[in-house]
T-cell receptor, first 116, second 113 residues
Framework: DTEVTQTPKHLVMGMTNKKSLKCEQH?????MYWYKQKAKKPPELMFV???????INESVPSRFSPECPNSSLLNLHLHALQPEDSALYLC???????????????FGDGTRLSIL | DQQVKQNSPSLSVQEGRISILNCDYT??????FLWYKKYPAEGPTFLIS?????DKNEDGRFTVFLNKSAKHLSLHIVPSQPGDSAVYFC????????????FGKGTSLLVTP
């Protein structure tokens, strides 16, 4: 069982809809991540939160809006997405590499997003 | 620009034999390396990691070897089991510049009975 929980597992939405992806971890990790993975490709980093503050935005379009309400939760708000945004969205968490050095990231099972 | 490369898209090994998965990287600033296993419809599962100050790390049936001069790492699975059949991703990061993991494209391992 994964210790990073993502909901929903599947999401189908139209291009005008607003929806949110949710991620939760209870491992006490203070770094949380959003990745996007297209078919047959490796995961690509989108955002990093460290101690609930956004520390990395990999030039992601503004139609993706991350939020970290507390140290256990990470949301990704979606609005006006395009068909090419259809992908698997993965959440991960880790101990803070800035404090502890190299740390493995632990992934959830992802949300499979389809944009109609 | 792919900084982490897994040049073998697939590998087939008989049960009980050794599986060797290879990974090359181009960025000499990488100092932390990881292997993940991924089953269909699941997220990547962390397997094993190695810091650049080491050349070998072992955990049960899994051993990772790092050759910094060749910018090459490998994952050995001994003995291989059918349950090891999955896609294996190599990843690398620069710990002094934060958090991003750079992934290879993955190698699909099939362990046959």
């Amino acid at each position: 069982d994964t210790e990073v929980t993502q909901t929903p597992k599947h999401l189908v939405m139209g291009m005008t809809n607003k929806k949110s992806l949710k991620c939760e971890q209870h491992m006490g990790h203070r770094a949380m991540y959003w990745y996007k993975q297209k078919a047959k490709k490796p995961p690509e980093l989108m955002f990093v939160y460290s101690y609930e503050k956004l520390s990395i935005n990999e030039s992601v379009p503004s139609r993706f809006s991350p939020e970290c309400p507390n140290s256990s939760l990470l949301n990704l708000h979606l609005h006006a997405l395009q068909p090419e945004d259809s992908a698997l969205y993965l959440c991960a968490s880790s101990q803070d590499p800035g404090q502890f050095g190299g740390q493995p990231q632990h992934f959830g099972d992802g949300t499979r997003l389809s944009i109609l | 620009d792919q900084q982490v490369k897994q040049n073998s898209p697939s590998l087939s090994v008989q049960e009980g034999r050794i599986s060797i998965l290879n990974c090359d990287y181009t960025n000499s600033m990488f100092d932390y390396f990881l292997w993940y296993k991924k089953y269909p419809a699941e997220g990547p599962t962390f397997l094993i990691s190695i810091s650049s100050i080491k050349d070998k790390n072992e955990d049960g049936r899994f051993t990772v070897f790092l050759n910094k001069s060749a910018k090459h790492l490998s994952l050995h699975i001994v003995p291989s089991q059918p349950g090891d059949s999955a896609v294996y991703f190599c990843a690398a990061s620069k710990t002094n510049s934060g958090y991003a993991l750079n992934f290879g494209k993955g190698t699909s391992l099939l362990v046959t009975p």
